[in-house]
């Protein structure tokens, strides 16, 4: 069955830069997209962008370009995504996600469990 | 972008009645637009996609309808589970983008 397991919890200072990976196992590691999406408490759900593991392209939200950086290693099937000059609006849970496999619908059949990054002083 | 409102932000609904939550989109999605339920603590669950197909494993109790900027989620009976929060999302322009959830509360 496909998995998806993230790292553990963060806290970080603002300014900092924080990493969260994702591993996959269950399926093809390159035949999906890897989205990245959070959510601040009491909030609904934000997208982040996404990272096609095969090739290795990236698509970002305007609002993340340039923070953000999606990379994978294919070799342990695990994607990563990185935000840097973190401020206290960057807490959140981050989640990793994929599609349905063979399509190419962009909804998200497939979370793991989330990564709370804590940005606090 | 396109935003997805999701009025109202919460419905109190008593276990076996039907629930009904809207999803109105800022323009045109066609019929890419999904639901998903999440409840506390959890990453959430893809209900609905394409508008109206229901995901592998989702009981038929909970069915989607509408196209282009207006979508409803229907609820049947409401079964002790099913109180959480819904959300929508739309797929048909980047970046994608979710509304803010309606909370389905017992009543």
């Known amino acids: 069955q496909v998995q998806l397991v993230q790292s553990g919890a963060e806290v970080k200072k603002p300014g900092a830069s924080v990493t969260v990976s994702c591993r996959a196992s269950?399926?093809?590691?390159?035949?999906?997209?890897i989205d990245w999406v959070r959510q601040a408490t009491g909030q609904g759900p934000e997208w982040m962008g996404w990272?096609?593991?095969?090739?290795?392209?990236?698509g970002y939200a305007q609002k993340f370009q340039g923070r953000v950086t999606m990379t994978r290693s294919t070799s342990i099937s695990t994607a990563y995504m990185e935000l840097s000059s973190l401020r206290s609006e960057d807490t959140a849970v981050y989640y990793c996600a994929t599609g349905a496999l063979g399509s190419s619908r962009r909804t998200f059949d497939f979370w793991g469990q989330g990564t709370l990054v804590t940005v606090s002083s | 972008e396109v935003v997805m409102m999701q009025p109202p932000a919460t419905l109190s609904v008593s276990p076996g009645e039907g629930a009904t939550l809207s999803c109105r989109a800022s323009?045109?999605?066609?019929?890419?637009l999904a639901w998903y339920q999440q409840k506390p603590g959890q990453a959430p669950r893809l209900l609905i996609y394409?508008?109206?197909t229901r995901a592998t494993g989702i009981p038929a109790r909970f069915s989607g309808s509408g196209s282009g900027t207006e979508f409803t989620l229907t609820i049947s009976s409401l079964q002790p589970e099913d109180f959480a929060v819904y959300y929508c999302q739309q797929y048909n322009n980047w970046p994608l983008t979710f509304g803010g959830g309606t909370k389905v509360e017992i009543k």
């Open positions: 990272m096609n593991p095969n090739s290795g392209n990236t």
């Open positions: 323009q045109s999605v066609s019929s890419n």
């Open positions: 269950g399926y093809s590691f390159a035949s999906s997209d």
């Open positions: 394409g508008a109206s």
